[in-house]
């Protein structure tokens, strides 16, 4: 079975703080993706990847930056956290086009 | 990029009943048609899927069926039990951005014992 870990599921910060949300998938999947879900939103792309140390913007990138130093593992880096941040973020990984993409656990974010 | 339609946002059956979620798409170059379910704590997990050169697809109580005419494609639920409750989100793939998927805004389907 296909596994995405998120590392934490919850986390609390504090306003202005930098905050590092890790995701690993163990199947060696080329794309990987961070989305964000809010309440009658949906799931909204913050960026994707399609390879090692590429990566591209989604619909809403502003606030936030990536990471793809290696194949299985994707960051999502907050510079200076606000409190409009506050969410559940998922990390999603899939093979290629065409395929289905799988999802982790989540981890829900409080920024105080 | 604009997000597929889905409709409805909350639906309510009676256990056994049938219950139908409906996406419109805009794109007639999209390919691809997955369904996901989310459950209370959990991230989305696929429940079926239909590729464009396919009109239908079953998988014992889920189908799918995809008009390309209309730009349209929805999911069935047969005979439904408690355990079916949960959100659904359906998704497409653009024939431009292969390999990102646009979601609907999900459906809290709710099955009454």
């Known amino acids: 079975d296909v596994k995405v870990t998120q590392s934490s599921r919850y986390l609390v910060k504090r306003t202005g703080e930098k905050v590092f949300l890790e995701c690993v998938q163990d199947m060696d999947h080329e794309n990987m993706f961070w989305y964000r879900q809010d309440p009658g939103l949906g799931l909204r792309l913050i960026y994707f990847s399609y390879d090692v140390k590429m990566k591209e913007k989604g619909d809403i990138p502003e606030g936030y930056s990536v990471s793809r130093e290696k194949k299985e593992r994707f960051s999502l880096i907050l510079e200076s956290a606000s409190t409009n941040q506050t969410s559940m973020y998922l990390c999603?990984?899939?093979?290629?086009?065409?395929?289905?993409?799988?999802f982790g656990p989540g981890t829900r974010l409080l920024v105080l | 990029g604009e997000n597929v339609e889905q409709h409805p946002s909350t639906l309510s059956v009676q256990e056994g009943d049938s219950a139908v979620i409906k996406c419109t798409y805009s794109?007639?170059?999209?390919?691809?048609f997955p369904w996901y379910k989310q459950e209370l704590g959990k991230g989305p997990q696929l429940i079926i899927d239909?590729?464009?050169?396919?009109g239908e697809k079953k998988d014992q109580r889920i189908a799918v069926t995809l008009n390309k005419t209309a730009k349209h494609f929805s999911l069935h639920i047969t005979e439904t039990q408690p355990e079916d409750s949960a959100v659904y989100f359906c998704?497409?793939?653009?024939?431009?951005?292969?390999?990102?998927?646009?979601f609907g805004r999900g459906t809290q389907l709710t099955v009454w014992p």
């Open positions: 999603a990984s899939s093979p290629t086009s065409q395929e289905t993409q799988y």
């Open positions: 998704a497409e793939e653009r024939g431009s951005t292969l390999g990102r998927l646009y």
């Open positions: 794109d007639s170059a999209s390919n691809y």
């Open positions: 239909i590729r464009s050169n396919v």
